[in-house]
């Protein structure tokens, strides 16, 4: 149990132009997800917590206009990185709680991640 | 002061050794910890959750907490060469209201064959 997916594992592209990556809980369901952000050597960073059917809460720094976070389902979030430039070339990771499990335990499960390059 | 510490290493043991993990952090109120690993260019897996003080065994992991010293470790026996990899620390606290996992930077194991 507690499978997470993400799709693409890998993508390049121009700079300009915008990329969705998909977060799916395959089986359970997660009001929350959350999107971080690992650029080589480096640790974990939390760019936002995503809530299904409402607005995504972005850690600071982030810029929520161009990190648009769409959370629309219980097993469904998407991160889209819109006009991507070099600096945005990172690892994306996002994670989901169990829903069962309640909050007071807070386990994420994270997906494979999703690499992404812009040229 | 960071919310979550740990020693970045590498740690370095050889196989066959018991590798200890150490973690500290500040917010008292802290109630979930976890224990993740990381593989260079994957994403984390959970090992290991704790929430009351004291050990927790499973297989060759035992993770300890100590609420009192804000402290808690992993220790993994019978390191093997495939055990290496990044170990993050997670802990679960309140954060403007809502909760909030943090996590530590990671300490590099290198088991040596």
Request: include cysteine.
């Amino acid at each position: 149990g507690a499978v997470v997916s993400q799709h693409p594992s890998r993508v390049i592209c121009k700079s300009g132009t915008s990329v969705k990556i998909e977060c799916r809980s395959l089986d359970f369901q997660a009001t929350t997800m959350f999107w971080y952000r690992q650029f080589p050597k480096q640790s974990l960073m939390l760019m936002a917590t995503s809530n299904e059917g409402s607005k995504a809460t972005y850690e600071q720094g982030v810029e929520k206009d161009k990190f648009l976070i769409n959370h629309a389902s219980l097993t469904l979030s998407t991160l889209t990185v819109t006009s991507a430039h070099p600096e945005d070339s990172s690892f994306y990771i996002c994670s989901a709680r169990d829903l069962q499990r309640g909050s007071s335990y807070n386990e994420q499960f994270f997906g494979p991640g999703t690499r992404l390059t812009v040229l | 002061q960071k919310e979550v510490e740990q020693n970045s290493g590498p740690l370095s043991v050889p196989e066959g050794a018991i590798a200890s993990l150490n973690c500290t952090y500040s917010d008292r109120v802290s109630q979930s910890f976890f224990w993740y690993r990381q593989y260079s260019g994957k994403s984390p897996e959970l090992i290991m959750s704790i929430y009351s003080n004291g050990d927790k065994e499973d297989g060759r992991f035992t993770a300890q907490l100590n609420k009192a010293s804000q402290y808690v470790s992993l220790l993994i026996r019978d390191s093997q060469p495939s055990d290496s990899a990044t170990y993050l620390c997670a802990v679960n606290g309140n954060s403007g209201g809502y909760q909030k996992v943090t996590f530590g930077t990671g300490t590099k194991l290198q088991v040596i064959p």
